[in-house]
């Protein structure tokens, strides 16, 4: 016969543990991630996790999450389990759980508290992190309290810069955390146009660009129609 423990089990449903330890912001009291944590050189490359087959020097890669949100649900829900496997790339860019600026205010919230906790916990742990600096509207700027200054962050770019008014929206923002958070650099998954970056480049921050994954095929197509154009040339 099995006896009742006299301890009762709690099961820690809100992932609680991820922030123990951790400074407080005082708009929102997200988690701070401290700059002892951040890396101080930029990685060799950057590969997005649903890609991580294409990692060919772990400890030269950096580890990100710039990918549909379902490809690291299981990350975002048991993020101790993933400690170890994390722990064999060179460092890992925050976690980015997407808050789109048309979801509610308070989800937009959640999703930003989710990327800071889970960042801030493997950043406790050891594994050397790049902050990925993710808003969701402006009325989300009080999250870059969370930020180190002087710091490399990254920011990704991919999907976010094709229409017109995205990009004016998407280059305010990334002025404001240029001023607010100073960074030593930035590195940029997917495009780093001027027109984003300029001001950044203007105030002498270095801007450390990396082709997305679909970049990275697009690029592949393309030199392959011109493959095949060739030789039909030849003919």
């Known amino acids: 016969m099995l006896r009742k423990s006299k301890t009762p ?9 991820l922030i123990d330890g951790a400074r407080r912001t005082e708009t929102d009291e997200f988690p701070i991630i401290e700059e002892w944590m951040v890396a101080t050189e930029p990685p060799k490359e950057i590969i997005q996790w649903d890609r991580r087959c294409d990692v060919a020097n772990p400890s030269e890669t950096g580890m990100s999450f710039y990918c549909n949100d379902p490809a690291f649900q299981p990350i975002l829900g048991n993020p101790k389990a993933y400690t170890e496997k994390l722990r064999t790339y060179g460092l890992i860019i925050g976690v980015d759980a997407s808050p789109y600026d048309n979801m509610p205010l308070w989800v937009q919230k959640s999703q930003i508290g989710l990327n800071l906790g889970i960042t801030y916990y493997y950043g406790s742990q ?109 003919w």
């Not at 930035?186 to 660009?209: H, N, R, T, W």
Request: some cysteine; charged content about 25%; overall charge neutral.
């Open 9 to 17: 089990y709690i099961r820690d449903v809100y992932l609680a543990y």
């Open 126 to 234: 050891g594994i050397r992190i790049i902050p990925n600096v993710r808003l969701g509207d402006n009325r989300t700027l009080s999250s870059l309290e969370a930020y180190p200054h002087h710091t490399l962050i990254a920011i990704g770019t991919h999907g976010f810069t094709k229409r017109l008014d995205n990009r004016y929206i998407f280059a305010e923002q990334v002025q404001k955390i240029v001023d607010e958070l100073e960074p030593t650099g930035i590195c940029v998954y997917g495009p780093a146009s001027d027109e984003i970056f300029g001001y950044a480049m203007l105030k002498g921050i270095p801007i450390y660009q990396y082709d997305s994954y679909t970049m990275k095929e697009n690029a592949k197509d393309r030199e392959r129609r011109l493959s095949k154009g060739g030789k039909n040339e030849g």
